[in-house]
């Protein structure tokens, strides 16, 4: 089983763990939620391990006590050593509130600080509007995070970060609040405290505000790529998983991506497709295709089922499906000369959500 293989495998099956090992995993939030960092061969990826899918997966670890190394097992065969992250040493500080870095932002992947900085959405409490896939608010509740970040402490922690544990570039997504710009003001000022205190690139994502003056002054504050989510594309699907969101129809996320792209640069703009929820492979490959024509990356991630979220018994996608659809979207980001590689930062520039990255060469 090559690398493509075995990552797309990983992430359709996830990992069945008997105990945790190195740096705790991600329960609930915004995502990626019920996931583990691991490395193999090289490649840092996030796979699901809190998920009921997990749980009845073929592949576990047998680990050496004491360290993070150990050994990836398919059905009880040796597959390929595995390396777990330390834990961060910014997650052992706190600020002057008594509030622990951990509760502001993440650590995911290596090397990518991530962070929510509003932790409420004004869809998640109705059920007539939530998105059926979203945990946003599981963390809030569980007390392992804040409900709104200020500028002033994400700048702190930014810091550390970097110079604690050498973080490359910086993720800050954001629940949609009731306002007309959609969470993009608010993203401005936290992107502008951070640059004051820390050379960081950032990636900001949120919904396209209403107006799109916003991504000039997202960028004038530092933000250097920018993320706007469209999960699914057919209307009958995007109608059932996310009722909400799908009142802002694809057409306004087209244009959004268009002025997006020439505020911040051919592939410096990205989106996420959830692969699992119902739009089959041709309609997610034409999406793509169209995507990266407007200079959109696509983000192509298969859907984890988590736990306590209406689709917490939702089947992931197989890994069959996941890898045909990978390599359609590979092709056609190799034909474009697109790359995860090439962004300044984000999602698709960690790829570790995702195998795509690996169909791009």
């Given amino acids: 089983m090559n690398k493509q293989q075995l990552i797309t495998e990983l992430q359709s099956h996830g990992l069945k ?13 915004a995502g990626p939620s019920d996931h583990k960092a691991v490395t193999i061969d090289g490649t840092t990826v996030m796979v699901p391990i809190y998920t009921e899918t997990a749980t009845h997966s073929p592949y576990t670890v047998t680990t050496q006590q004491g360290t993070t190394q150990g050994i990836l097992h398919m059905n009880d ?5 595995i390396t777990f992250p330390h834990q961060p040493k910014f997650y052992r500080l706190a600020t002057a509130e008594g509030i622990p870095y951990w509760k502001i932002a993440l650590l ?5 600080l991530a962070t929510t900085v ?22 809030l509740s569980a007390d392992r995070t804040v409900a709104r970040k200020s500028p002033g402490q994400l700048a702190e922690v930014a810091e550390a970060a970097v110079r604690l544990d050498g973080v490359k570039h910086m993720v800050m997504t954001t629940g949609t609040p009731n306002t007309s710009d959609r969470g993009a003001a608010y993203l401005t000022e936290c992107a502008n ?4 205190r820390v050379d960081l690139p950032i990636q900001a994502q949120c919904e396209p505000p209403d107006d799109f003056v916003w991504f000039g002054r997202m960028k004038a504050a530092g933000v250097s790529s920018l993320g706007m989510h469209l999960e699914a594309v057919s209307p009958e699907v995007r109608k059932t998983i996310m009722p909400g969101k799908a009142e802002v129809p694809v057409s306004h996320y087209l244009k959004a991506f268009e002025a997006a792209v020439k505020v911040f640069g051919w592939g410096q703009v990205s989106t996420y497709l959830l692969a699992g929820l119902g739009d089959d ?5 034409e999406m793509s295709d169209r995507l990266i024509q407007l200079g959109v990356y696509p983000f192509v991630v298969p859907f984890v089922p988590i736990t306590g979220t209406p689709l917490a018994n939702h089947p992931a996608p ?3 499906f996941m890898f045909t659809l990978y390599q359609q979207i590979g092709a056609l980001l190799k034909r474009s000369g697109m790359s995860s590689e090439a962004m300044n930062a984000g999602c698709a520039k960690c790829g570790a959500c995702s195998a795509l990255s690996n169909f791009e060469k």
């Fill in 193 to 196: 405290a951070i640059q004051q």
């Fill in 318 to 320: 197989s890994s069959d």
């Fill in 17 to 29: 763990l008997i105990e945790e090992v190195g740096s705790s995993g991600r329960k609930g939030g």
């Fill in 77 to 81: 065969v040796e597959i390929a050593p």
């Fill in 118 to 139: 509003l932790q409420t959405c004004m869809r998640y409490r109705d059920t007539a509007t939530a998105c059926q896939f979203c945990a946003i608010e599981q963390s």
């Fill in 108 to 112: 995911h992947s290596q090397e990518v």
């Fill in 281 to 285: 492979l041709p309609t997610l490959v």
